[in-house]
């Protein structure tokens, strides 16, 4: 008897691209995203989430990809911009030590509040719209990521 021929190994098939999302679960993960942005309330940097929920799903959905490009964008630029102002503060704490810089501080800590405050907003009108199925575009941002 003369010995079977071994089959020719396989490769493994390589996994297809993921399935697509139903448009319930795109408006939900879009509305996540932009909620996630709202993070840092309880201590965690909002481009975490921003960035998790995009990272794993923009290949599923274009409109997941958009609002998760956006969130990103406007997280980004809230750094920025959070970054310039406490500069500022920093200025003019320390002018005001020598009673000029209440003119820089002040401004800066309004700066500071009105920054929180656009974040909150414009991060509920994001996932607002986003769970109605639209498309969102914050304002006062810097597109990094197109």
């Not at 697509?20 to 840092?40: K, N, Q, S, V």
């Not at 490009?69 to 102002?85: C, D, H, P, W």
Request: some cysteine; charged content about 10%.
């Amino acid at each position: 008897m003369e010995p079977e021929p071994h089959a020719a190994p396989t490769s493994p098939t390589p996994p297809g691209p993921p399935p697509p999302l139903r448009p319930e679960d795109e408006r939900l993960l879009a509305t996540l995203i932009h909620l996630c942005g709202l993070l840092w309330v309880l201590g965690v940097p909002g481009i975490v989430g921003v960035l998790l929920i995009w990272l794993l799903k923009r290949d599923q959905s274009a409109f997941v990809d958009h609002h998760g490009k956006e969130a990103t964008n406007f997280q980004i630029s809230m750094l920025v911009y959070g970054v310039a102002i406490a500069g500022v503060a920093v200025i003019g704490l320390i002018l005001t030590i020598v009673l000029v810089g209440f003119l820089l501080f002040i401004p800066a800590i309004v700066a500071s509040v009105g920054l929180v405050l656009l974040q909150v907003v414009t991060a509920i009108l994001g996932a607002i719209e986003a769970n109605r199925g639209g498309y969102y575009r914050y304002p006062l941002t810097i597109r990094f990521i197109r």
